[in-house]
């Protein structure tokens, strides 16, 4: 009788094991599934020996939407698919990406920012990522397509491209336009939402506010010491330009302040002059990204 009561207690435990591993299954939304047989070609591209390659530490960037804007869907499939690659890679070859945005964030650096691949690459090596997975969504009203390309962080070499349509239900897919949290400045007319310059032209002309103009914009003489060790190099800043024309605050989103060059170019940038942004003809604040390069003739 205690053999029979042994017996059944396995079996009921088998059972249950059974159900819940079945639910678990049909737990899982289909387009994890479709991010997994993605993370499976990049993992094996990944793994392919290269002469010389360094250990791989993988970086995957949020996805924008087809307009070029960093956008919420973008976030949490560029997190899962990141994560997936952890599974297989393991973790120690993958940048953690939600303390990457975090770090990010804390410098006040947005999610913007990050489509900027000039500004995507200088932070990637900065936290150690030596590949990088780039993508972007395409989505309409029946289906969303994901679409990514791994690069190498040291040269900007294209490894492989991959793509998969991501089955979504329709408050998913919605996401795909809604913009991430972040603190925009609520007298900012129009906040740096994209870099890419056709993006910009139609955030803008979207917004009916007219481009601040450069009216007067000296470029930055070098510090002493950067001339003297011959140190070149091109910084990046979110910057507010006000209804006067002036720069009235900047973040820096790409360079190292070495030598002291960062901190020479927002200084010049406050002595810079723009004919104003303006809309209904009123002049208005505006964010704009401004580059400055030192380059030693």
């Known amino acids: ?33 479709e991010l997994g047989t993605l993370a499976d070609r990049l993992a ?13 530490k993988v970086l995957v960037i949020d996805f924008p939407n087809q307009r070029g804007i960093a956008n919420v869907l973008g976030e949490r499939m560029s997190e899962k698919l990141s994560d997936a690659l952890a599974e297989r890679l393991g973790p120690e070859h993958v940048v953690a990406q939600k303390q990457f945005r975090a770090d990010l964030l804390s410098g006040g650096i947005s999610p913007f920012d990050m489509q900027d691949d000039d500004v995507t690459l200088w932070n990637a090596q900065k936290a150690g990522a030596n590949l990088i997975v780039f993508g972007h969504l395409r989505s309409s009203k029946m289906e969303t397509t994901l679409m990514v ?22 408050e998913i897919r919605s996401l795909v336009d ?6 925009f400045d609520p007298d900012v007319v129009v906040p ?58 900047s ?11 960062a901190t ?14 303006m809309k209904n ?17």
């Open 149 to 170: 390309q791994l690069v190498r962080a040291s040269d900007q070499k294209e490894l492989s491209t991959a793509s998969t349509d991501l089955s979504l239900t329709e």
């Open 44 to 56: 094996h591209e990944i793994q392919l020996p290269r002469k010389h390659a360094p250990s791989p």
């Open 1 to 33: 009788m205690l053999i029979l009561n042994s017996q059944m207690f396995f079996l009921r435990a088998f059972v249950i094991f059974a159900l819940t591993s079945s639910a678990l299954r049909q737990s899982v939304a289909p387009y994890e599934s």
């Open 178 to 183: 809604k913009l991430p949290d972040w603190r």
């Open 281 to 297: 003809g009123k002049p208005v604040r505006v964010g704009s990204q401004i580059e400055m390069t030192f380059r030693i003739n």
């Open 251 to 261: 973040t820096l989103v790409k360079g190292d302040n070495l030598y002291g060059l």
């Open 264 to 277: 020479q170019a927002m200084k010049v940038a406050k002595d810079w002059r723009f004919k104003p942004a």
């Open 192 to 249: 740096c939402l994209v870099t890419a310059r056709d993006a910009v032209i139609a955030v803008f002309k979207n917004a009916g506010v007219s481009e601040p103009q450069c009216i007067h914009c000296p470029p930055a003489s070098y510090t002493d010491e950067a001339r003297k060790a011959h140190q070149q190099g091109s910084f990046k800043f979110d910057s507010i330009i006000d209804e006067q024309g002036r720069v009235s605050s």
